[in-house]
């Protein structure tokens, strides 16, 4: 069991210890997708949604969720999280909605759990506030496409 960074040599789970790596600079940037219906996307751009200003509401949602992301993962270390910044942009050629979040800290280890928590719920609530309208919509493609700092160093999905 000592191989596995979150499990001790008695099988445990613990959180890893990052007190002795540097503090550096991180970002990480992750992405995903809701696709809907394309009835659904005219009405969020006529703003007649029924639940109202639905793309505002879900990037305030993702940027929140961010924040609590060591409250949802166990095991994930509670960062100070210097930006936040989600992202949802209307794409006719899904049809849907592409969601994009980047985070900063200054800290000893990375950002990219808050950057897909972020994603993740950004997405769940656009589902929440459209599902009255569209049933069939889908959350998928969330994935981190950038990180940068830490002893990894710098990585972008091709």
């Known amino acids: 069991m000592s191989g ?10 613990r959180m890893v210890d990052v007190s002795g790596k540097d503090e550096t600079v991180r970002t990480a940037s992750a992405r995903g997708f809701l696709t809907c219906k394309p009835e659904t ?22 940027i929140m969720a961010a ?8 095991l994930c270390h509670p960062l100070p999280l210097g930006k936040v ?3 949802i942009e209307l794409d006719d050629g899904l049809p849907g909605f592409a969601v994009v979040a980047e985070v900063r ?12 928590t ?14 009255a309208i569209d049933r069939t919509m889908s959350i998928g493609g ?3 496409i950038s990180k940068t700092g830490g002893k990894s160093g710098d990585w972008e999905r091709k």
């Open 4 to 13: 596995l960074t979150h499990v001790d040599d008695g099988g445990r789970a």
């Open 41 to 62: 996307l005219k009405q969020v751009r006529a703003g007649t949604a029924p639940k109202g200003a639905v793309v505002h509401t879900a990037e305030i949602a993702g």
């Open 67 to 74: 924040k609590r992301t060591a409250d949802l993962v166990p």
């Open 85 to 87: 910044q989600v992202a």
């Open 105 to 116: 800290t200054r800290a000893a280890t990375g950002v990219e759990m808050e950057a897909l």
């Open 118 to 131: 972020a994603v993740s719920v950004a997405c769940l609530t656009l589902f929440d506030m459209l599902k």
């Open 142 to 144: 969330i994935e981190v």
